[in-house]
């Protein structure tokens, strides 16, 4: 892969990372909302658990197109 599409996944692997971020924020103030009105959370966690195991996924999808840029300048 040449350097250009080496930085323009990683762009994209980067505005994936945050946009998972920004529901992983929303999906915790969802359980915080529904705590609130005395409703189970049960669904609304397991949710939130999936959302935050592909963000890690996601960070070291990230991690990795970064250091292999580093690595070719």
Known sequence: ???NAL???LQ?????V???EDNIAFQQQMI???KQGGHNVK???????????KQAKHVADRDRLF??????S
């Open 67 to 72: 250091k292999e840029l580093a690595n070719r």
């Open 12 to 16: 994209r692997a980067e505005e994936l």
């Open 32 to 34: 915080a909302t529904l």
């Open 1 to 3: 892969m040449d350097h």
């Open 43 to 53: 669904a609304a966690t397991m949710f939130l658990r999936r959302l935050q195991a």
């Open 7 to 9: 930085q323009l996944r």
């Open 18 to 20: 945050q946009r998972v």
